[in-house]
């Protein structure tokens, strides 16, 4: 790859470009000196991310005449909580910080979510710029201005719609992740296909192998067309009041797993809406609206690349449809009591429902617990 790739997000005045290419970090003040309202930012980024990204960044802003500093924060999906955001806002504000200045969210969706809502919420709004170093992250979360926290009452439950002024996605950031983590990143770019775009979902099946591999073409038309949908679902519903709940694809049970397991790494994101995926199709085929041969198709692609498409491993004694059900309740997506789910009457074809049978999703919960 040569030139990046360049996307719009159309919001209006809160519109801004996603660049997707190679070598975007080492060249990162190219494309963000434009963006900035005095030469100076404050990088955000965790200590996994450091050690190999945060100095190829500064180099770059530095001989642009940018002054940098940088916070580093642990990694990890246990980050995203009150006490880690008191702590960011409190470091920020102690560099003497002023509303020209800019943040940058260096690393995955973790770092992406807490430095968005950090800029959200001090001085009551600052500039902030994703640089989205796991694939997830450049598939998901640093598209669309979704940021927040976790509580012990939820996922992402404490949050605001804050857009960012630029997304770099250096597609070369990827070659350095856990194979673990390409895969999580993966079972976002098959959601696409699965909500609306069969053709895409047949091109994840020829060629997730190079994909997972670390093909750099492979990546970067996945990562384009990912963003592209992202994009044009968030410009049409930016704050999720209809068709952007498409994107939930999988979540409504990916939530209650991870709440299940406790954020931790036992299951990652991804993994997780991976599984509520397969879940969500199992929900649609028991409510005769898609074949069982669809459900079949996922599951096989899902588990020919390596991702988790049942609960053994996971699950144990304690585990309930119950309690799964409990976590569900308390999504932030449900609206009067009705829990929103996302179904679908064939691969590409999904839609939203706040009015299914919770014994069919019972059902569904216990047959996948193998409890009968």
Known sequence: MTDPISLSLDLGERSYSIKIGENLIEDAATHISPLLRQPRVIIVTDDNVAPIWLKPLTDSLDQAGIKTQSIVLPAG????????????????????????????????GVIGDITGFAAAVTLRGLNFIQIPTSLLAQVDSSVGGKTGINTAYGKNLVGAFYQPRLVLADIGALRTLPRRQLLAGYA??????????????AWCENNATSLIDGDPDALAFAVHKSCQAKARIVSADERESGQRALLNLGHTFGHALEAETGYGDKLLHGEAVGIGMVLA??????????????????????????????????????????????????????????????LAQGIGKSFISRDVNMLEVKFVLERALDRF
């Open 77 to 108: 999906e246990q980050t995203k909580n009150f006490g880690q955001l008191e702590s960011l806002v409190g470091d920020i504000l102690n560099l003497g910080i002023d509303r020209q200045t800019t943040l940058l969210a260096l690393g995955g």
């Open 188 to 201: 976002e770019i098959v959601k696409y296909g699965l909500i609306d775009d069969p053709e895409f979902f």
């Open 281 to 342: 199709f199992e929900l649609s085929n028991r409510l005769n609206l898609c074949d069982q041969g669809d459900v079949g198709r996922i599951r096989a692609h899902f588990e020919a690349v390596g991702l988790k498409t049942k609960l053994d491993g996971l699950a144990d004694s304690s585990w309930s449809a119950g309690k799964l059900m409990e976590h569900m309740g308390k999504d932030k997506k449900v609206e009067a009591g009705s829990i929103a789910f996302i």
